[in-house]
């Protein structure tokens, strides 16, 4: 029986990977995020700080699933996040 270190095969070398080397590692790739009034944004993430105030580039703006706006720079405030996501499709849907 294993104790359940990070020395499983494909685990990334056996290395922790903490929250802020998760954020680190998503600049500059599409994201989710998902504000607390379950309002959608992906897009690019362009920076983000301490207080999780996120500045985003080609965002759109989905509520309910559905695409109600484009912007092409956005800035959200932090305390609105409630998650934030790497995004498993381009941005422009594989076409």
Same mark, same amino acid.
Not at 15 to 20: C, E, F, M
Not at 24 to 35: E, N, Q
């Given at each position: 029986m294993s104790s359940? #270190? *990070?020395?499983?095969? #494909? =685990?990334g070398g056996g290395?922790?990977? +903490?929250? =802020?080397d998760f954020l680190? =590692?998503?600049? #500059?790739?599409? !994201? !989710?995020?998902?504000?607390n009034s379950g309002v959608d /944004?992906? *897009?690019i993430l362009a920076c983000l700080d301490g /207080?999780?105030?996120?500045?985003?580039?080609? +965002?759109?703006?989905y509520v309910n699933g559905q695409l109600k706006n484009k912007y092409g720079d956005a800035f959200i405030r #932090?305390?609105? !996040?409630? /998650?934030?996501? +790497?995004?498993k499709r381009s941005l422009t849907d594989g076409l």
């Open positions: 359940g #270190g *990070g020395d499983k095969p #494909g =685990s290395a922790v990977k +903490t929250p =802020s680190k =590692s998503i600049r #500059g790739r599409p !994201v !989710v995020v998902k504000l /944004y992906r *897009g /207080y999780m105030n996120i500045a985003m580039e080609q +965002t759109e703006e #932090g305390n609105n !996040v409630l /998650y934030i996501s +790497t995004s």
